[in-house]
C-alpha cells in the first residue's frame, strides 16, 4: 500500500438502506459548500444515479485497510466528521460508519489511491465473496463450514458487490487481484 500510495482499500460495496440514511447526502452538500468545494468526479460518478439523486452506494467497512493518518490528520475530513457528529444523524437516523466514511473518501481521495482487494474472500454474517478467481463449486466448499445456520440465506456477491448491475462503487476503483 505504502509503494502504491494506497490510502484506502476495501473487499465489498453494498447498498444503505434509504431509511438509515435521511438528511446524510443532503448534510454532504452543506457541508460541500461551507467548505466551497464542488462535488468530485469520484462523487458524481459513484454517488449520483442517473437521475440526480443519492445512489446510496457503500463501502463495506467491516474489513477495510486505511492510512491511519487519513482520518486523524486530514483536516476536512476531520471537518466533515465533526460535522457529522454535531448534526447527531447517528444518533437519529442511525447513519452508519460506511456511508459516512464513502461519502468523504469519495470526494477527497483520488481515484488511484483508492483499491478493492480481489485477492481474499470475506464474509460478514450473512453476505460473502470468494477471492478473484474462486468460483463456483470451489467457493462453496471454502465457505461451507461457515455456513452454520440452514435458517439463514446466505448471499454470495460473485463480484463482491450489491446489486452487481446497479452498484456505481462496483467496478469504479482499480481492483488488487
Request: charged share 20%.
Amino acid at each position: 500500500m505504502q509503494e502504491r500510495q494506497i490510502q484506502y482499500a476495501f473487499i465489498m460495496v453494498n447498498e444503505e438502506a434509504d431509511h438509515y440514511a435521511t438528511g446524510l447526502f443532503e448534510l454532504f452538500n452543506e457541508f460541500l459548500n461551507e467548505h466551497c468545494l464542488k462535488l468530485s468526479p469520484s462523487v458524481r460518478q459513484t454517488q449520483i444515479t442517473w437521475f440526480g439523486r443519492y445512489s446510496l452506494a457503500m463501502f463495506f467497512t467491516n474489513f477495510a485497510l486505511a492510512n491511519v493518518s487519513l482520518f486523524r490528520d486530514h483536516s476536512l475530513i476531520r471537518a466533515w466528521l465533526h460535522m457529522v457528529d454535531r448534526n447527531g444523524g447517528i444518533y437519529r437516523e442511525r447513519w452508519g460508519d460506511a456511508p459516512i466514511h464513502t461519502l468523504i473518501l469519495t470526494q477527497l481521495i483520488s481515484r488511484n489511491h483508492i483499491v478493492r482487494l480481489r485477492y481474499f474472500g470475506y464474509m460478514h454474517r450473512q453476505e460473502y465473496t470468494c477471492a478473484s478467481g474462486v468460483q463456483g463449486d470451489l467457493c462453496k466448499k471454502q465457505v461451507q463450514p461457515f455456513l452454520k445456520n440452514a435458517a439463514l440465506r446466505y448471499y454470495h456477491y460473485q463480484d463482491g458487490c450489491f446489486p452487481s448491475n446497479q452498484n456505481l462503487l462496483c467496478h469504479y476503483y482499480p481492483e488488487i487481484t
